[in-house]
């Protein structure tokens, strides 16, 4: 249930996300979500693609330094307080969002959040013992194999 999120640190400037952005398009590589956070003079780039070895592989080309590690994402009701109750049994089992990005818009009526836990094979119980939809890479669009 886990999938294959590719961050990258990334110059501040307009030209290097379009550069990102454009090769993984050339490449015929689907952006599944993308997150990007200022950091000061570098940007932080989570990227779900749909295709990982590739995605890393023209990054490596371009001489853009990137690291592969594991989200959880899940399905929720598009409605208020569904996160907050999502987040409840996470909280009482003391396990905590390191980060989290969503997008609507995919379903109609429900919320897709992409989450890193603090211990992610204990969030997937969790959230699966409470009804939680998590989504597999087959759901959601992407291809798996790491380089």
Known sequence: MK???IVISIENAPERFYEVTEAIGKAG?????ANLVDTGAFGQLRLLVSDVATTRRILM???????VNDVIVTEIEDKPGSLSRLLKPLKEARVHVVHMYAFNGLLSGKAIMIFRFSDNDKAIEILQENGIKLMDS???GVLETET
Not at 61 to 67: G, L, P, V
């Open 29 to 33: 590589i689907n952006l599944r979500a």
């Open 61 to 67: 080309e371009m001489q853009i330094s990137a690291y």
């Open 138 to 140: 087959e759901a959601f």
């Open 3 to 5: 999938l294959k999120q």
